[in-house]
C-alpha cells in the first residue's frame, strides 16, 4: 500500500521569523512535536511534515520541489533569486500569500559620525552583508562601486574590528545598530514573511491539504490585523 502523500513545509530552525511561524502553525491548528533536534517534525493531526532548515535554504528547497511550500523572509527570497539569476538557474515560485510577521528592512549602516552626504559617499567603500546580491543590485542601480565581505550573522561588529568601513543588515527595532555604534543611512529592501509554494501542480490529495490549511492561514491573520 502507498503511503498516505503528506504535505511537506520548509521553514527556519531557529532565528527571527520561527517563534511566529511555530505560532503561526498551532494556531492553524496543527498538532506539533518540535524539538530542537528534530528536523522533520510529524504533524499529529494532518497530514503534514515541517522541515525546519536554515532560513537561506528555504527558497531552493520549495523552488526544486523538495518541499511543497516554504515559509521564508522576502529578503531572503529575494536574495535567493538575485543568486540563481547569477547562474543562470530559473527561480520559479508562486508567493501563496504575505504573512504579517516578520517585518524588517535590509539598510546600509555606517558608524557613528560618517560624514554621510549621500549614496556617493558610499563609493569605493567594503561592506560586510549576508545579502550581497540585494546590496549588488542597489550599487548598481545607484551607480556606486563598493567591496563585499560576506558575514552570515552578527554582521554589526564587522566596523569595529576592521574588517568593513559599513554594514548591509536587517533591521527591526534598530537596537542591535545602536548597541554596536551604527547609524542606519539608507534602506535599501522592505521585508516580511511570505509563504511561498512550488510552480508544479501539487497531486490532487496534497492540493486538497492545502486547501484546507490556507484559509486557515488567511484566518489567523485576519485575527492579528
Ligand atoms: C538579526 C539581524 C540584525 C538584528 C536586527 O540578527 O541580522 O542583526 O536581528 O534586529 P534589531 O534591529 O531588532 O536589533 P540576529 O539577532 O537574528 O542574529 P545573527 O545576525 O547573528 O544571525
Ligand atoms: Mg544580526
Do not use: W
Not at 70 to 80: M, P, R, S, Y
Not at 177 to 182: C, D, I, K, P, Y
Amino acid at each position: 500500500m502507498t503511503p498516505e502523500p503528506r504535505l511537506r513545509i520548509a521553514m527556519q530552525k531557529s532565528g527571527r521569523l520561527s517563534d511566529d511561524t511555530q505560532a503561526l502553525l498551532k494556531r492553524c491548528g496543527l498538532k506539533l512535536n518540535v524539538s530542537d533536534r528534530r528536523l522533520l517534525a510529524h504533524v499529529a493531526n494532518m497530514p503534514i511534515d515541517i522541515m525546519r532548515v536554515r532560513s537561506s535554504d528555504i527558497p531552493g528547497l520549495v523552488m526544486d520541489g523538495v518541499c511543497d511550500l516554504g515559509i521564508v523572509g522576502d529578503n531572503t527570497l529575494e536574495e535567493a533569486a538575485l543568486e540563481r539569476a547569477l547562474m543562470a538557474q530559473k527561480s520559479q515560485y508562486i508567493r501563496t500569500t504575505g504573512l504579517n510577521f516578520g517585518g524588517c528592512r535590509l539598510s546600509i549602516a555606517m558608524p557613528e559620525g560618517f560624514d554621510y552626504q549621500g549614496i556617493d559617499s558610499l563609493n569605493g567603500l567594503r561592506f560586510a552583508t549576508t545579502y550581497p546580491q540585494l546590496l549588488n543590485r542597489f550599487a548598481k542601480a545607484n551607480g556606486i562601486n563598493i567591496e563585499f565581505c560576506l558575514l552570515k550573522g552578527s554582521v554589526e561588529v564587522a566596523p569595529r574590528v576592521g574588517l568593513a568601513d559599513g554594514i548591509c543588515d536587517l533591521v527591526s527595532t534598530g537596537a542591535t545598530l545602536e548597541a554596536n555604534g551604527l547609524v542606519e543611512v539608507e534602506e535599501i529592501f522592505r521585508s516580511k514573511a511570505s509563504l511561498i509554494q512550488t510552480v508544479t501542480a501539487l497531486p490532487a490529495e496534497k492540493q486538497a491539504i492545502l486547501d484546507t490549511l490556507l484559509p486557515r492561514i488567511q484566518g489567523v491573520m485576519k485575527a492579528k490585523e
